[in-house]
């Protein structure tokens, strides 16, 4: 390696570190839609923000354009997502459609002992869950869990991405205590079907997971009114 080699090498990674840290911070800002739906994104008030020159703060946007966390209107900038309940219903029925073919190949590839160890997770995490932040993060850590049992990891990485845009609204929608109480129920009947190689237990696993068009409204709404007036359950 030449002198201009090396001495570019460190100067490169630092970049890519750069927009790498800037994309985590701004994912995060519009998973929990600080940027509000339909909202023209300030470029160079995030660059303020973090310090940085826009052009890293533009590739961070570029790759959640990607991700559809923002759109793109040439000559206008980027725009936060917007919010509708048929938005909603549709990723949790593509979700569902994830997860069900995880099952259905976790009960042919999960070794007994992988699945006990996820009902001891999923067990002391509830354990230790004081507030409905927690639960949500147990929730998604218990479904990300039996996907990661199918041994496909571009099933586990789609889910992933899916979890990311629905997060706000599952923690709405888990501050419920009757909800709750009904996601420990299904999932203990969901980890039985799947500690039995029962494939039936794909169908409980999608009634679990689909939200209806008059509940996806439901929470679509209580998401906004939160946006726009900083309201609490």
Request: hydrophobic share 40%.
């Amino acid at each position: 390696m030449t002198t201009t080699e090396k001495s570019t090498a460190p100067k490169t990674k630092r970049a890519a570190d750069v927009v790498e840290k800037v994309y985590r911070q701004v994912r995060d800002m519009a998973i929990d839609y600080r940027f509000r739906p339909g909202e023209r994104i300030n470029e160079v008030e995030l660059a303020q923000r973090f310090d940085v020159s826009r052009t890293p703060v533009r590739q961070a946007l570029n790759r959640l354009e990607q991700e559809e966390f923002v759109t793109f209107v040439p000559n206008r900038g980027f725009f936060a997502r917007e919010i509708t309940p048929q938005d909603i219903r549709q990723i949790y029925e593509f979700r569902a459609l994830v997860e069900c073919g995880a099952f259905r190949l976790a009960c042919e590839r999960a070794t007994d002992d992988a699945i006990r160890r996820i009902q001891r997770a999923w067990k002391e995490q509830t354990t230790r869950c004081h507030d409905w932040k927690m639960i949500s993060e147990a929730d998604e850590n218990f479904h990300v869990a039996i996907a990661d049992l199918a041994g496909n990891p571009h099933i586990v990485k789609s889910l992933k991405d899916l979890n990311a845009k629905i997060r706000f609204f599952r923690r709405i929608d888990l501050e419920d205590a009757k909800r709750r109480e009904n996601t420990y129920l299904e999932h203990a009947t969901i980890l039985d079907r799947l500690r039995k190689r029962a494939v039936d237990g794909e169908e409980t696993l999608r009634k679990h997971i689909v939200m209806s068009s008059a509940h996806a409204v439901e929470v679509t709404k209580e998401g906004l009114a939160r946006i726009f007036f900083d309201t609490a359950a």
